[in-house]
Every structure is written in structure tokens, then in C-alpha cells.
């Protein structure tokens, strides 16, 4: 065996391998030889989408470097090996400074070494505002990541997406523009306090605490998380606690009926189960209402265009994107147990891939209806007679067929499972391609509402048709290794 020359170097190796950090460390590449080299004048709007994306791009760090110390850290070698841990922390605290931290200084000098467009204002950004921001996000994505609760990760999201509100949008120019320091300085403390805390949880880690076998799936994918098998699927589903077994369905798996020659829909349901949705179909739609009403409540524009912004334009690029981010984001974690469950009484192979791609759409088609249904209620309890036109059946129209299509494209990109960066950007991809067309379809002349063409939307469902008829052939060839 070789022998360990230096310790903290070969930690530092691990950060080099997985594709999530050569995704964030590409990404990170991207967006500093972009900002030296594309030097055209921006305006307003260019200003707060560099910051925007930057910072989005930064405080991801927080979630990655927390996922892979967490991989490291919660194993038997981390309690069994002599100084194990420092090196490991030392490691993730640095890569976290230069990777987030810093990346976030250099977002904040280029910006005011950017010209600006003539008769643009420049947005006001002070490095300690937005490195405040950057690392409230990223602490608040690191703990996510660790905890794996449902419960802490909605309450961020929520906390997240009220800062639309005009309040929220009031308070985040402040931190910005450093006009408050004091509030700067706490959001800064606290957020480093909340890393430390989470440096000091990974110290001390062991098999008796609670988190400790919460992984995501892209992270451990020897651990059985998503099996038709209820013994496994219970364990997995109540781990996280009482709330997240309740959302997963878990009391559903401890007594499953016999399936061997069940029809085909009460097998699909049977597979259903084992993806591991349970109740977060209802429950998706269940959550943007409330949200969709606070964002109303304090938009104190009360003008028509604002109006038809958040109670027909966002709903609807809400039930464009947002199902398929619900249930996708966990069929990859079905791979490393199709062979296995493959070998179970099935009439053949294509009847076995038919059940799976059945229940992923019908878990992907509930997930529409039910945030459909819930992003709307706005709209059904201020301006009915909105909802109850052609328009809106236009607009239903078109994200249902957008769902035809990301299921399509999302099923054929699924067979290539050593390649993770194809999975990835074709998901993105898809779901950009997606809004921006039910945007444009929206946008009609001169800052009015448009009508969705029903021909775009029998167009876009037909190429969804043909994508997932062209990976169920392939998926036919595939080996389910």
C-alpha cells in the first residue's frame, strides 16, 4: 500500500472526483472568464441577474462541500482512523472560503468595474451585503443537505421565495447597500455561526444520532432508499422523523398486497409506492397556495399588470416547472435497484420498464393537477372571472403538454447513469426550455397578456410522445447493471 504523504492533500483530492464539484467548480470557471472576457455595457437589469446568478452560484457551495464532508465524516473509518476528522474539516472550510467567500468578493469588484449603460442607475452593492446574503443562503442549503427534514427544507423555501414580496425586496436592497452595517454584521455572525455549528455536528458524528445515515441519494447509493421492498422503504421513509415518514407514505409499505398477477395499474401503483412520493403529490399544491396569497397580500402595487403577474403569470410558470422538480429529482435513485427488483415475477421486460414509466408519469401528472389546483386558488378567491375563461384553459392546456415533454425527455436521459453531467443539464435544460416558452406564449404586445396557441401546446405533447416512445426502445437495449 502506498503510503499517506500528506493527509490534508489527499482530502483535498476527494473534492476533485465527484461531478457535483467539477459541475459547481465549471460553473464557477464559467462565470469568472465570462465576466473578464464579455465586458459590454449593462443595465439595470443585467446588473441584478449577474448578481442573481453569481450568488445563486456561490452559496450552492454551501450545499455540495456539506454533502461531501457529511459523505466522509458519517462512516466507520471516521471513528476507526486516527485523525480523521480535522484534516476533513480543515479541507471543506477552505475549499468553502475560496469557492463561496471569495468567489462572492470577485462578483462584487467586477460588478463595479463593469461599465454601465448610458442612462442606467448602477445597482448598490457593498461586499459585505452581499457576502451576508451569500452565506445566510449557504448556510441555510448546508443544514438542508444535512438534515434531510422536510420540515427544515420547505421552512427555508418559504423563508426564500417571501423575499418577492415588496417587504422582502425593501430589506434585501438595504443589506445590499450597506446602508444598516449593524444588520449586515448579525446576518454575517449568525450565518457563520450556524456553519460552525454544523462544522462542530460533523466532528463529533456518530451512528447513534439521528442524522447520521441522512444522505441524499447522488451521495450514497449503496444505501437502499427507493425499493418496492417495505422492510427497507420503512426504515428509509421514517428516518428523518415522524413528519417526513408521513409525507413519504411510509405507513402504506407495512402492508402491501401480493402483485405477482395483479393487472397492470394495480401493479403501477404498487411501483408508486416504491419511488417514494407518497403524499407529496397533494401536498405540493397544498404549499404554493398559502405562499401565492402572502406574496398578494403584500404586493401594494394593486396594479392590473401586477395582478395578472401573480395570479395568472406565475402559477402558470409555477405548474410549467415546478412538477417535474417535485418527482424527477428522486428517479435516479430507483437505478441501482432496477436489476434486482427486474428479477421479481414480471410477464417480460417491456411490460416491467411499461409499470415503471407508468407510475413516474402518474406521479408526475398528480404532481401537476394538485400545484395546478393550489397556485391558482389566488385567482378563484380575488378575480374568479379570470380563471373561468379560454385563456386560462390555454394556459392549462400548454403546462399540461409541457409535462408530456419533460417526462419524455427526463425518461430518455434517465439510461445513462455513469454520464450524470448529461442527466443534469438536460433536466435544466428542459425545465428552462419550458418556462421561457410558456412565458413567451404569455407575453403579447406591448406589455399585455398573450394567448397560448393551442397548436403549440398539440405540438409541444406529440414531440414529449415521441421522445418517450424512443426511450422506452432504448431503455428495451439497455443493461440494468
Known amino acids: 500500500m502506498r503510503p499517506l504523504t500528506n493527509r490534508y492533500a489527499q482530502v483535498a483530492l476527494t473534492y476533485t472526483r465527484p461531478w457535483y464539484m467539477r459541475l459547481w467548480a465549471a460553473f464557477i470557471g464559467w462565470f469568472v472568464l465570462a465576466s473578464l472576457i464579455f465586458s459590454r455595457k449593462a443595465d439595470y437589469g443585467g446588473q441584478i441577474a449577474y448578481l442573481t446568478v453569481g450568488g445563486t452560484i456561490a452559496a450552492w457551495g454551501g450545499a455540495i462541500i456539506a454533502g461531501h464532508a457529511k459523505e466522509q465524516l458519517a462512516d466507520a473509518r471516521a471513528r476507526l482512523t486516527p485523525g480523521f476528522r480535522a484534516p476533513h474539516l480543515i479541507v471543506a472550510a477552505l475549499v468553502f472560503i ?117 444522505m441524499e441519494g447522488v451521495r450514497a447509493p449503496q444505501r437502499v432508499q427507493m425499493t418496492g421492498d417495505q422492510r427497507y ?167 399540461a403538454a409541457g409535462q408530456v415533454w419533460l417526462f419524455g425527455v427526463s425518461v430518455w436521459a434517465l439510461r445513462h447513469r455513469a454520464w450524470r453531467w448529461l442527466g443534469f443539464f438536460t433536466f435544466i435544460g428542459s425545465l428552462m426550455a419550458m418556462g421561457i416558452l410558456a412565458a413567451r406564449q404569455m407575453d403579447g404586445p406591448k406589455g399585455t397578456v398573450g394567448r397560448p396557441s393551442p397548436l403549440i401546446a398539440t405540438a409541444v405533447a406529440l414531440t414529449g410522445v415521441v421522445i418517450a416512445w424512443d426511450a422506452q426502445r432504448r431503455w428495451l437495449r439497455t443493461d440494468l447493471d
Open 233 to 399: 422503504r420503512r426504515v428509509a421513509a421514517a428516518e428523518t422523523g415522524p413528519f417526513n415518514a408521513f409525507l413519504h407514505g411510509a405507513d402504506r409499505l407495512e402492508n402491501l398486497r401480493n402483485v405477482f398477477a395483479a393487472p397492470f395499474w394495480a401493479r403501477v401503483r404498487h411501483w408508486r409506492r416504491g419511488i417514494g412520493m407518497g403524499r407529496m403529490n397533494w401536498l405540493s399544491g397544498v404549499m404554493f397556495a398559502p405562499f401565492l396569497l402572502v406574496v398578494h397580500y403584500f404586493d401594494s402595487h394593486k396594479l392590473k399588470d401586477s395582478e395578472w403577474f401573480l395570479l395568472i403569470v406565475m402559477p402558470a410558470l409555477l405548474s410549467m416547472t415546478m412538477p417535474l422538480l417535485f418527482t424527477a429529482m428522486i428517479w435516479p435513485q430507483r437505478w441501482h435497484l432496477l436489476a434486482s427488483e427486474f428479477l421479481r415475477p414480471v410477464a417480460s421486460r417491456g411490460r416491467f420498464l411499461r409499470e415503471q414509466g407508468a407510475a413516474m408519469a402518474s406521479d408526475l401528472a398528480i404532481t401537476w393537477a394538485a400545484l395546478t389546483a393550489g397556485a391558482f386558488v389566488p385567482a378563484l378567491l380575488f378575480h374568479p372571472a379570470w380563471l373561468f375563461s379560454a385563456f386560462i384553459v390555454r394556459i392549462l392546456l400548454l403546462t
Open 98 to 214: 475560496a469557492g463561496a467567500i471569495g468567489f462572492s468578493a470577485f462578483i462584487v469588484f467586477r460588478l463595479h468595474q463593469s461599465p454601465l449603460a448610458p442612462g442606467w442607475p448602477a445597482v448598490s452593492t457593498t461586499s459585505s451585503g452581499f457576502i451576508a446574503l451569500v452565506l445566510l443562503a449557504a448556510a441555510a442549503m448546508a443544514w438542508s443537505t444535512h438534515l434531510q427534514s422536510a420540515t427544515f427544507i420547505f421552512t427555508s423555501i418559504v423563508a426564500g421565495v417571501s423575499l418577492v414580496a415588496p417587504a422582502g425586496q425593501t430589506l434585501l436592497s438595504i443589506v445590499l447597500a450597506g446602508r444598516e452595517p449593524a444588520l449586515n454584521g448579525a446576518i454575517i455572525a449568525v450565518s457563520s455561526a450556524a456553519l460552525a455549528a454544523l462544522g462542530w455536528r460533523l466532528a463529533v458524528m456518530h451512528e447513534g444520532m439521528g442524522e447520521y445515515w441522512r
